[in-house]
């Protein structure tokens, strides 16, 4: 059983000027000690996706179709009290700016004391060693001495490695991480992806890995979900989906990272833009961008559809014949 | 830390040594003082020994450091109206506003926070609401309206409280009358203590709203949201700790000006203070009334900076780091 | 440049969004009717009443104390009652208004054109021209305006004869406020300059060796004008509060034309021997207007400045 299972889950924002459908109907699952990198553009409702599983929509989004399922429990519409014993507990979240998301106010001691006190019961001695322990794990050294320090005192890589100390505090089954490199070096990055490799392996944690960034995804992900305009365009094993993309979208993606050793005049890009989501083209979204594209994805959005046996999918048109996920 | 309460200090003398010679300058060379002060058939002998007592005659820095020599001994020179020593006035009068300011300062600051909390932390509760409509209502009403407001329901309908007046007051050791040890002292304060506070009042809730919501949205409460802590010690641990920075310096400012507003609900009152005092002053063009007045407020402000810059200190780590190096 | 940044302000104002808004805001569009009404009862005073409260050649003793037309003894003649000179309080209140929104504009204007200048130039220049305005800023700001305001108008008193002080009261109050509230224009322009100067169009206009003044004309100001003029609307409701009041302390205009404040000072005297009216409507007025005008302003920053909170 997969830790996560999310199917066909919609994520609409009532607006005066309409309903904005910002997730339609999309579908993916996170096996223990696997990484499951989710790329796509600003905007295409990844980081959504996200904040949905851990019930933190800002309103007015919310779900309104679909189930969420963590280790087969439905905590799609959990009311908030029940939603905040799973958050920080069963669930580890991991936001994009370390030098933003501790509060500069209090020791990085208190801020892991506490979240480990508001879920476990222990005594205020035993969550301080458990404290240290997560440091120790996250690779902060002197974790002893550094656990009277502030967040000021720490540079932007050790404070991400704080964060993820905080989201592990209680052995969650889920780590949600949401573009944990972007604000970072380049040398640092390639620290914390390894640190979220090692405890996805060792631990058996289930990782949903937000990113836009190709690079983190090819270094760390075991499968990978292509996200375009809200719908997911193609999931399937990382190699696979890196080597031989299915979905246009997908290859054009591809085809617009640099290689070295290509010798390339110039960079092959996808024209236009990502539409916006009040202008969203009827049928398949990338319709308009797309040089293949058939007279049926003007007018029906394509289901996802087996490319292969080994396990990738994409919802395009081009393979009609192959299976259909349903 | 020593350093930094000496540099803090130091800046504080500068500012009152700035202010001390803006009013020495502003009120010993803008219009002639002994023609405010004598009357109109007075002989321009007596006005020349007059003039020759205050030393008004004296070059200007001779008076300049004077004015220092003596401010700073309490000797603010003598009242051309009253012509009585200023800082007799002064020390009769600043009782009535120091205890009228203290009470007004305690209503602003727990019903400010109280309401600042409700309203930012439930936004969208009907009671919010009407708190932040009521307040900008009381933004709209000039103090001196609501003080004849509260005047004319519980003075002249109601006849619960009285007009006008401190009531009672017992004097104690030091030469400072008290109003706060007697019955109808109490009943006196607290008409004019409300009408004082209300404005600090709806200024100090709003800044706490808007700061908590800005808190709110910041990274580390959804962080501290998404690791499952209670509502209670993200509102008031996190949120609240970090709106604290801002609401202590609008909350010390406001406080500052509830010295300088007391002026309209002492006149309004006829409260026994020093603002009634610096009204009058103002009138009659009593020159070394107001001078002292001026210096004094001035002395408040550097006071209640210095103890806001101490308590940023208490709050903010990033702060005390700074200041180590 | 400047064609651009005027063309997407009013892109800005003319938005449906804003529309919607202000429509779906009733308290805003009573207000602005409240506020449109109260202009053109101040402003066409002498159209609207045939009464000349304050030319003391009219003045009718014999109609003294007469409260409003509908309490006994009330006449219809005197809407809202006579004060104690036999004048119609309705009238009063009207020119009034008409002292105390002179006064408010006057003065914000006063104030807008020193703070916007200083603000850019220090947000502009930066460094220590930056340091040594918003310094003195900062020391002006922890005053009380309504106290800055107290002494210019003490130390006029103290250097202008009565007489000469009563003609050049208004002035005196106009340049009092308007020097007073300076600094919190000077603040938000500053920090808007700020932001701009980085900008690259700014350094194209440098690179053309553009003179400093126009860039800050016609291209810094445009930009930063936006946020400041919406508070500069809740400052004239600020103003219009400064004025009454020293006008209710008896330092600011003086009763042969009185404001707002004036009459309400002139009334509360009153109060106690039962003469309610006198006073109860021209403080019923201040209050609406300057709580209309709170209103507007509240609703034109959250509107067009959320952040502006």
Redo the contacts between chains.
Sequence with gaps: MAVIDISNISIEFPTRRGVLTAVENLSLSIEAGEILGVVGESGAGKSLTGNAI?G?LEPPGHVTAGTILLNGRDITHLPESEM??????KI??I?Q?PL???????TIGRQLT??IL??KKMSHAEAKARAIELLNEVGIPAPEQRFDA?P??FSGGMRQRV?IA??L?CDPCLIIADEPTTALDVSVQAQIIDLLKNLSREKGVATMLVTHDMGVIAEAADRVAVIYSGRLAEIGDVRSVIDAPKHPYTRGLMDSIPQIGQNLKTLPNIIGAMPRLDARPEGCAFNPRCAKSKSICRQQTAPLIETGSDGQWAACWAYEGGNKYV | MANFILYRLFQSAI?MLIVALISFF??NF??D?IS?MVGQETTVKDMDELRQRLGLNDPVIVQFGRFIVDALQGDFGISYRLQRPVEELIAERMPATLELVFVSAIIAIGLGVAGGLFTGLKRSHWFSKFILTTS??G???????IG??L??IFA?KLNWLP?FGRGEVVDLKGGWSTGLLTVSGWKAIILPSITLALYQTTLILRIIR?EL?EVMR???I??????????R?INY??AL??TLVPVITVTG?QI??LI??S??TE?VFQWPGMGAL??Q???F?D?PV?SAY?IL??LF?VVI?LIVDLLYFV????LR?EIKN | MKDVSISKWWAGVSDHDVTYSFLHSPVTIVATVATILMFAAAFGASFLTIYTPFDPGSLELREAFMPPAWEQGGNSEHLLGTDGQGRDILAAIMYGTQVSLVVGILSVLLSVSIGIPLGIIAGYYGGWVDTAIMRFAD?Q????P??IA??I???T???LSSEVHEIVAIPVLIISIGVASWPQYARITRSGAMVERRKDYIAAAKLIQTPTAAIMVRHVLPNVIGPTLIVATIGV?VAI?IE??LS????GIPSTTPSL?TL?RIG?SF??SGE?WI?FFP?FT??IL??SV??IG?WLRDTFNPKL?
């Design positions: 851990v933190l905040r014993k799973i958050r920080g507990a580890g979240v936001f700016d933003t998301s501790l509060d500069p106010l209090y506490q979240t508001t879920h502030f000021h005192e964060v905080l989201a505090c | 500012v502003l009120f803008v219009g003082p405010n900008l209502v933004i709209s009403l000039p103090t001196f309206i004849i407001l005047i004319y002249v007009s808007s919501l910041t990274d580390f959804k962080f501290a949201r998404a690791r499952g802590l209670k509502s010690d641990g996190h700790k970090n400012l500052g000006s300088a507003f002026i309209v006149t610096f009204i002053a103002v009138q063009a020159v107001m001026l407020v001035a402000f900076n709050v903010d780590p990033r780091a | 020391i700001l922890t005053i009380p309504i106290l107290l002494m108008d003490g130390i008193r103290t250097t409701a509060i009454a009041t209710f302390l008896g330092v404040g309400i509360n109060l106690f309610w006073t403080a201040l209050v300057v709580l709170n209103l509240d909170r």
